[in-house]
């Protein structure tokens, strides 16, 4: 009799251990796709900030027609923009370029690889300037914009190994885009190409694999700490079983 009540109470501790443990995995697993999608969203809205930052700037550029600045090493005429009144010189004798909205993304993008560790790459499947050409990843995206897809982002890996993330979105022809495309037959509305950003990831990675780290340990203690208080509860009653045994 006294056997048959201690299993019965074994079992059920094992029981309400397995729901425990179901629980708390459960609970875990959602918790770790928590993280995951909290980081992917925060490096996405990060990336897609910076793309319409560069947006913005190359619409109030190709708006005014093109901005001239002063001819200097690291600004030299653009070989690819066909204007007639591309290079001026003021009476003062300070050569001036014209810099039009592709130069100043490709400038930014440069700019902000030295100091912020984000590139810009302006790109078409059929650029101007060949440097502009897509890598795979970006033509692949690009081919995907021409059947409606808005916009792409992941978490990928650099040339060198580490961790990126990498957005893309595409430009559409404007009315402003037309003085330096017209010749191309684009029409307002056409797909002019798209804007990769890619942003270094390694510390971003870093922090999530901390923070997983902190909620494994979390789990585990939580869980770890239910299974001794479902022992001990197991052990007392078997205790008062064995006790109330001797006493009758």
Request: with cysteine; net charge positive.
């Amino acid at each position: 009799m006294l056997k048959r009540k201690k299993k019965r109470i074994l079992r059920l501790v094992a029981f309400f251990t397995i729901c425990w443990t179901a629980v708390l995995a459960g609970f875990y697993s959602w918790s770790i796709k928590s993280e995951l999608g909290q980081t992917y969203e925060l490096s996405k809205y990060q990336a897609q900030a910076f793309f319409q930052d560069i947006v913005t700037t190359r619409y109030w550029n190709a708006e005014h027609g093109g901005v001239y600045v002063p001819v200097t090493d690291t600004t030299q005429p653009n070989l690819y923009l066909k204007d007639q009144q591309r290079d001026i010189t003021t009476k003062s004798g300070l050569k001036l370029t014209k810099i039009n909205p592709a130069y100043m993304t490709r400038q930014i993008g440069e700019l902000a690889e030295k100091r912020n560790q984000v590139w810009f790459h302006i790109t078409s499947n059929n650029p101007i300037r060949p440097k502009n050409a897509p890598d795979k990843w970006e033509s692949d995206i690009l081919k995907s914009f021409e059947s409606g897809l808005k916009d792409f982002a992941e978490f990928s890996e650099s040339e060198a190994g580490t961790k990126v993330f990498r957005y893309m979105a595409p430009l559409w022809v404007e009315p402003a885009c037309l003085k330096c495309h017209l010749t191309q037959g684009y029409k307002k509305g056409d797909l002019r190409g798209g804007i990769s950003v890619t942003i270094d990831a390694e510390s971003i990675i870093r922090t999530q694999k901390n923070q997983i780290i902190k909620l494994t340990v979390l789990h585990i203690s939580i869980w770890a700490i239910g299974v001794l208080i479902l022992l001990f509860g197991g052990y007392l009653q078997n205790k008062d079983i064995t006790h109330l045994t001797e006493v009758s």
